[in-house]
């Protein structure tokens, strides 16, 4: 019930969204998740063992495959671990982490910053 | 990390993820991301949230376009306070009634023969203290204003109270204490809970006094600014002095210091004990040579992440088996305490996790003093030591009058 699209995954003899090294991460986690169920703390270690040693673009990766697979607890916890890693962060590593470029109109950032003065304080140095 | 492929459905999943500070951040990041950060109803979230807001009213209570544009407004109108101690006192908002009529403030003087002072008189007619709603629930008792402390079975948490039962609570301890009708006293605050504290206001003076254990008996009180140093809760909250403190699943006002001077700290082995105390009015006892002053003390331990490391070798936890206290009063040393467990607990400390909480009280024959020691702890577990026993240090913190009494 977790995976509408793997039986069309498998179906499927050309499929470029979702490599093997990706699939072999993504797929247990149900299973894993079922076992250890009752004992939340011990797949919030689980998860950490496992994002530790996953670069940014790994982590595109591993988001297009679980929105691909309709995974949605793995998509929830993959965008939060986005979201811890930009925690307290100012705009220059946001903007480093996501790989953009800043697209605004001369004068426009200046005026945002100004809007959003108050989130500044207390920002990790980058 | 490419955005552009994830699809605005994931970005805006990352983004409800954050706090507000983090998505005003994202939104000076680039075009796509502020277009993100902006929908509404992230911020109508936040509103929700952290100000029990549903709808976009800003602090004046007219409305505003935006869920966003509602947040800066009151972030701004606040911004000279602790954000937490807003939205605290803002969710606390539904205890606190409209003020009352001029008429009414006439009428009350008249029943207590007294005159309020003008600023008592003006807070009045904004905010006419905070209803109760409960008289049996431990949840709603613990939302006053002026906060509170507990140790043992003694629970305060003290509430401003609306006129009418000011008025009320006046005339009924008047008559128990026997203070004459002309005394001029209104009772302004109290805890609604089974330990008594009741704060005074003499409207002649205008200074604020706060009853003793003898206060039934004796009507003896304390003035609550005994060096007559005007400082407020405002400027203790400034300096993080007082904190928000979670307990049974209730935030609530907690008056034990946060930070040194009156807070202090000490890492031993990767343990650290934070402590401080707090004077307890309602307990003093101004006849009694011995026990004059009553201090509630609150230890707070933990374990850093790294885990214990003893000598070069590491332990993933550690167990409280002793505590031995020196409490001083005066510099002269007043009792030396060397027992075990503390509060009859022995508590197990794991790496990283929620400082471990409890609270103590002390008797002290004089308004000055000081507490020191330290804990025994065995590492790994009391039924499993993996190690000889070693010492935690507790750090001396000062027990002394503050300058304003609550």
């Known amino acids: 019930m977790k995976f509408c699209t793997v039986k069309q995954y498998f179906d499927d003899e050309n499929n470029n969204n979702v490599t093997n090294g990706i699939a072999t991460t993504v797929i247990p986690l149900p299973n894993k998740h079922l076992k250890i169920k009752a004992n939340n703390k011990e797949m919030e270690q689980y998860e950490q063992e496992l994002l530790r040693n996953v670069m940014p673009q790994e982590l595109t990766k591993l988001i297009l495959a679980a929105n691909y697979l309709n995974f949605k607890e793995a998509l929830d916890f993959f965008c939060r671990t986005v979201a811890n890693a930009i925690q307290n962060k100012s705009v220059d590593y946001v903007r480093k982490f996501f790989g953009l470029e800043s697209d605004f109109e001369p004068g426009e950032e200046e005026k945002l910053c100004k809007e959003f003065a108050w989130s500044f304080e207390g920002v990790d140095e980058d | 990390m490419d955005l552009e492929a994830m699809g605005d459905l994931v970005l805006h999943t990352i983004l409800s993820n954050l706090t507000p500070k983090d998505t005003a951040i994202a939104a000076c990041v680039s075009n796509k991301l502020k277009s993100s950060a902006s929908a509404d109803i992230l911020w109508s979230k936040f509103c929700s949230q952290e100000l029990d807001l549903n709808e976009p009213i800003d602090p004046l209570g007219n409305p505003t376009p935006s869920f966003k544009a509602c947040y800066q407004a009151w972030l701004e109108a606040f911004s000279m306070y602790p954000w937490p101690l807003v939205m605290r006192v803002k969710r606390s908002e539904a205890t606190l009634c409209k003020g009352v009529s001029e008429v009414e403030i006439q009428k009350s003087e008249r029943i207590l023969k007294l005159k309020l002072p003008l600023p008592t008189r003006i807070l009045y007619r904004f905010c006419d203290g905070q209803e109760f709603k409960s008289p049996g629930g431990a949840g709603g008792s613990l939302l006053g204003l002026i906060g509170g402390y507990s140790f043992y079975t003694h629970?305060?948490?003290?509430?401003?109270?609306?006129?009418?039962?000011?008025?009320?609570?006046?005339?009924?301890?008047?008559?128990?204490?026997?203070?004459?009708?002309?005394?001029?006293?209104?009772?302004?605050?109290?805890?609604?809970?089974?330990?008594?504290?009741?704060?005074?206001?003499?409207?002649?003076?205008?200074?604020?006094?706060?009853?003793?254990?003898?206060?039934?008996?004796?009507?003896?009180?304390?003035?609550?600014?005994?060096?007559?140093?005007?400082?407020?809760?405002?400027?203790?909250?400034?300096?993080?002095?007082?904190?928000?403190?979670?307990?049974?699943?209730?935030?609530?006002?907690?008056?034990?210091?946060?930070?040194?001077?009156?807070?202090?700290?000490?890492?031993?082995?990767?343990?650290?004990?934070?402590?401080?105390?707090?004077?307890?009015?309602?307990?003093?006892?101004?006849?009694?040579?011995?026990?004059?002053?009553?201090?509630?003390?609150?230890?707070?331990?933990?374990?850093?992440?790294?885990?214990?490391?003893?000598?070069?070798?590491?332990?993933?936890?550690?167990?409280?088996?002793?505590?031995?206290?020196?409490?001083?009063?005066?510099?002269?040393?007043?009792?030396?305490?060397?027992?075990?467990?503390?509060?009859?607990?022995?508590?197990?400390?794991?790496?990283?996790?929620?400082?471990?909480?409890?609270?103590?009280?002390?008797?002290?024959?004089?308004?000055?003093?000081?507490?020191?020691?330290?804990?025994?702890?065995?590492p790994c577990r009391l039924a499993d030591p993996k190690g000889a026993p070693f010492e935690v240090e507790v750090a001396r913190f000062p027990l002394q009058l503050p300058d304003y009494i609550f």
């Open chain 2, 155 to 378: 629970l305060v948490n003290v509430f401003l109270l609306p006129l009418n039962v000011a008025v009320l609570k006046t005339k009924e301890i008047i008559r128990q204490i026997g203070l004459s009708s002309r005394s001029q006293y209104i009772v302004v605050a109290a805890s609604y809970t089974e330990s008594e504290k009741v704060f005074f206001l003499n409207c002649i003076t205008g200074q604020l006094h706060v009853g003793t254990v003898n206060l039934a008996t004796e009507g003896e009180m304390i003035p609550c600014v005994p060096n007559v140093l005007i400082s407020s809760v405002h400027d203790s909250n400034e300096n993080g002095m007082i904190k928000l403190r979670e307990e049974r699943g209730t935030r609530s006002i907690s008056l034990f210091p946060e930070e040194p001077p009156f807070c202090s700290t000490a890492i031993t082995n990767r343990v650290k004990v934070r402590a401080s105390a707090v004077f307890v009015p309602e307990i003093a006892d101004l006849e009694d040579e011995r026990r004059k002053y009553t201090f509630s003390y609150s230890i707070r331990m933990s374990l850093l992440s790294e885990g214990c490391v003893i000598n070069g070798i590491p332990y993933s936890s550690c167990q409280l088996q002793r505590r031995h206290w020196i409490i001083c009063a005066n510099d002269r040393v007043e009792s030396d305490v060397n027992d075990e467990a503390v509060i009859g607990q022995y508590p197990l400390l794991l790496p990283g996790e929620k400082e471990f909480v409890y609270e103590s009280y002390t008797p002290l024959p004089t308004s000055l003093g000081s507490v020191e020691g330290f804990f025994t702890f065995v």
